[in-house]
């Protein structure tokens, strides 16, 4: 009896320690996580950082710098400036990356900034003129600038000053052609007299 005693209580402790808790799964698959980061595996790395962010109740500060650095390596410039800016406002200056985290930071916003400038460049070069609306065979369009009134209203401090509308010419209307013009930014505005 005493045995079968003795044999129960072993298996009670072993199976205690034994156990691996939901939290220290979590750390295991981020220290793994950082393991393939730094082996340039990002999809893998991105993977495990994923699970432990969703699964884990309490995000651990250091999953902020690891999944920043990671989403840089993805190309995922925005996440990653978020990602390790909310490191740094939770840890600052004394936090274990900190300095990793200002030059990852800079990385990723040299990148964003330089893919906004693409984007600006390739649509500035882009081709206007070929951007034509199509007037469904209609053969005015309402004017986009006094909204159909011909007469554009300007609040001043104790009164209302009005002005024929400069692109359709107090009509309330542009051409469909002259619609086009304007939406490109090529159609000039009339001389108008203020009533």
């Not at 007037?135 to 600038?145: N, Q, R, T, W, Y």
Request: glycine share 6%.
């Amino acid at each position: 009896m005493k045995f079968i005693y003795s044999f129960i209580v072993c298996f009670n402790v072993c199976c205690a320690f034994g156990q691996i808790t939901p939290e220290s799964e979590y750390y295991r698959r981020m220290d793994l996580g950082q393991e393939l980061m730094y082996e340039g595996k990002y999809d893998a790395a991105q993977s495990e950082f994923l699970f432990v962010l969703e699964n884990m109740a309490v995000i651990p500060t250091e999953l902020a710098y690891f999944f920043g650095r990671n989403s840089f390596h993805l190309d995922a410039y925005k996440q990653s400036i978020n990602w390790l800016n909310k490191y740094l406002q939770l840890k600052g200056a004394k936090g274990q990356y900190y300095d990793d985290a200002i030059q990852y930071l800079q990385f990723s916003e040299d990148k964003y900034m330089e893919l906004q400038r693409n984007k600006t460049s390739v649509l500035s070069a882009y081709d206007l003129a070929s951007l034509q609306y199509d007037c469904e065979g209609l053969d005015k369009m309402i004017c986009p600038v006094c909204k159909g009134s011909g007469v554009i209203f300007r609040h001043g401090i104790f009164d209302t000053h009005y002005q024929t509308c400069p692109y359709s010419n107090g009509e309330g209307y542009l051409s469909c052609k002259n619609y086009n013009l304007f939406m490109m930014g090529i159609l000039t505005p009339h001389d108008s007299l203020s009533r």
